[in-house]
Nanobody
Framework: VQLQASGGGLVQAGASLRLSCAAP????????MAWFRQALGKEREFVAA????????VYADSVKGRFTISRVSAENAVYLQMNSLKPEDTAVYYC??????????????????WGQGTLVTVSS
């Protein structure tokens, strides 16, 4: 499964962006999907995840209430709607696919496939 993340860019604080993750030639329907991010000089951190069925979503505390993860089966895509962006949201964002149990949805080790990353820069 090859994942393609897109939608990053340079925005001002308070703005919104929507990231997309697609998998041309593969189906994402049986995978739980997640977004992680890595800021310069920092470790990769969990942002949000959605179960393969779409019935469960999990968020990092730092983005809860501002970010929304969703999936559209008909489009074979997963999205991350980011609102009220802050400078500390600046990072490369990666989408990932895997089959983690619910308690492990935040763990990057549970995801098999990763996209190439898309850069989000939020200026103050």
């Amino acid at each position: 499964v090859q994942l393609q993340a897109s939608g990053g860019g340079l925005v001002q604080a308070g703005a919104s962006l929507r990231l997309s993750c697609a998998a041309p030639g593969s189906t994402l329907g049986t995978y739980s999907m997640a977004w992680f991010r890595q800021a310069l000089g920092k470790e990769r951190e969990f942002v949000a995840a959605i179960k393969w069925s779409g019935s469960t979503t999990v968020y990092a505390d730092s983005v809860k209430g501002r970010f929304t993860i969703s999936r559209v089966s008909a489009e074979n895509a997963v999205y991350l709607q980011m609102n009220s962006l802050k400078p500390e949201d600046t990072a490369v964002y990666y989408c990932a696919a895997g089959r983690p149990v619910h308690s492990a949805m935040r763990s990057p080790a549970m995801y098999y496939y990763w996209g190439q990353g898309t850069l989000v820069t939020v200026s103050s």
